[in-house]
């Protein structure tokens, strides 16, 4: 993905360090999710850890956003929570991870950014698939225990998130900052 980063932003003199302060982004989220995903499952189970989430993952994209000036969140085309549905530009960009996974690219290597146009301001916008892991399956996976499905129909009544393999695109990390 790397050419066609560089391709789609040639011309924008701060391309590079935008995706690179994205990357770190990503990373910083992605790393203090799991990590307090897996302390509440340790904790407490994997119905504590929906609570957790359904609170937690949040406000962990708010604080990173605070502090860094960006906007972060998590978006699907199969979602869980309603508030992380993807507007026009994140389907586009999740509909070509489908596409590119499809055509064999490795899920894990899956990026894409660009500067787009938002009521005559330039913004640039950064996804980058979220693989679905052995450690996800217990919630989004296939078969759920009685007392995790109970959970998340209480609180997802319309939960599309279940079903997914390991190796499957779960959803993308999406990051936009105002230029
Ligand atoms: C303990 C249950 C649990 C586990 C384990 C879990 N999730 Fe989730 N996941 C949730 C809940 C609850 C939400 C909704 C949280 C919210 O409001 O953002 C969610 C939301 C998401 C979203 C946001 C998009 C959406 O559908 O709303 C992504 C992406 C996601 N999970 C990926 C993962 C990945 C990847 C793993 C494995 C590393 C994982 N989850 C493990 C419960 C879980």
Redo the contacts with the bound molecule.
């Keep these: 993905m790397v050419t066609l980063l560089a391709t789609t932003l040639s011309g924008v003199a701060t391309a590079g360090e935008l995706d690179t302060e994205a990357r770190g982004l990503v990373k910083e989220f992605g790393s203090t999710l799991?990590g307090q995903?897996v302390g509440?499952?340790k904790e407490g189970g994997?119905?504590h850890?929906?609570k957790?989430?359904?609170l937690s993952?949040?406000g962990i994209a708010a604080d990173v956003a605070a502090a860094s000036h960006w906007e972060v969140g998590?978006?699907?085309l199969?979602?869980?929570?309603?508030?992380?549905a993807p507007d026009q530009w994140e389907l586009k960009v999740l509909e070509q991870f489908e596409a590119q996974k499809a055509a064999g690219t490795d899920p894990q290597k899956l990026e894409y950014s660009e500067v787009i146009e938002q009521d005559g301001k330039k913004r640039f916008r950064y996804m980058k698939a979220?693989?679905?892991?052995e450690?996800?399956?217990?919630?989004?996976g296939s078969t759920l225990a009685p007392e995790?499905e109970a959970k998340?129909d209480e609180?997802?009544p319309n939960d599309?998130?279940r079903g997914f393999s390991e190796g499957d695109i779960?959803?993308?990390f999406t990051l936009s900052k105002p230029l």
Aim: charged share 20%; proline share 7%; aromatic share 4%.
């Design positions: 799991k995903l509440a499952m994997p119905v850890a929906i957790f989430c359904n993952a949040p998590r978006t699907s199969k979602l869980r929570s309603e508030a992380n979220i693989p679905t892991q450690a996800c399956l217990k919630c989004h995790v998340l609180l997802y599309k998130a779960r959803g993308a």
